[in-house]
């Protein structure tokens, strides 16, 4: 659940992406954010948000993000550029943009 004013990226991009470099050292979001990189560019960070059992469900991008636990059980609160983002059951990693430049 996100605040109006936040973008999830993940609806702008295709519903399937061709990965065609399996080095797990490099991960995937990688390659998502060298295809689409006007939607990261000048972001600081890139959080994804994965289902419990790791599929992709939403991705955001901002320069200041700031998380903390909530009073809900199972679940986290981010703060991306002003706006509220609230992650239930989910797991969610959070990127330096410019590790995943090229």
Same mark, same amino acid.
Request: glycine share 6%.
């Given at each position: ?26 991960? +995937?979001?990688?390659? /998502?954010? &060298? $295809?689409?990189?006007?939607?990261? !560019? =000048? @972001?600081?960070?890139? #959080? ?19 998380? +903390?636990?909530?009073? /809900?059980? &199972? $679940?986290?609160?981010?703060?991306? !550029? =002003? @706006?509220?983002?609230? #992650? ?15």
């Amino acid at each position: 659940m996100y605040e109006k004013g936040l973008q999830d990226v993940m609806n702008k991009l295709p519903n399937k992406v061709l990965v065609s470099n399996a080095d797990r050292s490099h991960p +995937f979001i990688n390659q /998502v954010v &060298n $295809s689409y990189h006007n939607y990261f !560019d =000048g @972001k600081a960070k890139v #959080i994804l948000i994965r289902s419990q059992l790791g599929k992709p469900i939403a991705t955001f991008a901002g320069n200041h993000v700031s998380y +903390f636990s909530t009073e /809900v059980p &199972n $679940s986290t609160g981010l703060i991306i !550029d =002003g @706006k509220y983002l609230f #992650i239930y059951r989910c797991d969610f990693t959070l990127y330096d943009t410019k590790l995943l430049e090229k």
